[in-house]
T-cell receptor, first 112, second 111 residues
């Protein structure tokens, strides 16, 4: 099984719908991140969390919210999806010893 | 992120050719990471550089971090189709905890 698991892997939804992307990890890392990827824009940070009580906004947090339910779980929500939120979303954990990020397989979201 | 600029944005090379991808920051970096992504898939860690002047190699890929720790290059020797994908540099630009990525370089290797 993958160390960082994202669900769903693919989702098509309509404008205005609420969407939740879930991320779970078995690496035991405290730090978790959500990124979105758009062609030509690389990865942009949405939110990050250092523990259950520590949530921080990234560079593009507007229109998104997150929940850190446990050390192993970090969910990203779109309260009212819009078409320009169509993107590939990645969850990652970070090893504080090496600094390395470990990524999930990605969740492709299409908002019609 | 605007803090890390990668060049070129895309690259098409003939198999067997050498190539270089650059990653530049306006701020001193506390760690520079290179990742590779196959199209539409997750990211795979390649290597990490922390010290000014540091150089690391893995198979045919060599990464360097300049002395000022503001620029890194990734060099691929004798490219192969398996090298195709998107290469991203990532960094922690300060003692904070945000981890930023560059805009990515799309590499195509023509057999």
């Amino acid at each position: 099984d993958a160390d960082v698991t994202q669900t769903p892997r693919n989702r098509i939804t309509k404008t205005g719908k609420r969407i939740m992307l879930e991320c779970s990890q078995t690496k035991g890392h405290d730090r978790m991140y959500w990124y979105r990827q758009d062609p030509g824009l690389g990865l942009r940070l949405i939110y990050y969390s250092f523990d259950v009580k520590d949530i921080n906004k990234g560079e593009i947090s507007d229109g998104y919210s997150v929940s850190r339910q446990a050390q192993a779980k970090f969910s990203l929500s779109l309260e009212s999806a819009i078409p320009n939120q169509t993107a590939l979303y990645f969850c990652a954990t970070r090893d504080t010893n090496t600094g390395e990020l470990f990524f999930g397989e990605g969740s492709r979201l299409t908002v019609l | 992120s605007q803090e890390l600029e990668q060049s070129p944005q895309s690259l098409i090379v003939q198999e067997g050719k050498n190539l270089t991808i650059n990653c530049t920051s306006s701020k001193t970096l506390y760690g520079l990471y290179w990742y590779k992504q196959k199209y539409g898939e997750g990211l795979i860690f390649l290597m990490m550089l922390q010290k000014g002047g540091e150089e690391k190699s893995h198979e045919k890929i060599t990464a360097k971090l300049d002395e000022k720790k503001q620029q890194s290059s990734l060099h691929i020797t004798a490219s192969q189709p398996s090298h195709a994908g998107i290469y991203l540099c990532g960094a922690v630009p300060n003692t904070g905890n945000q981890f930023y990525f560059g805009t990515g370089t799309s590499l195509t290797v023509i057999p």
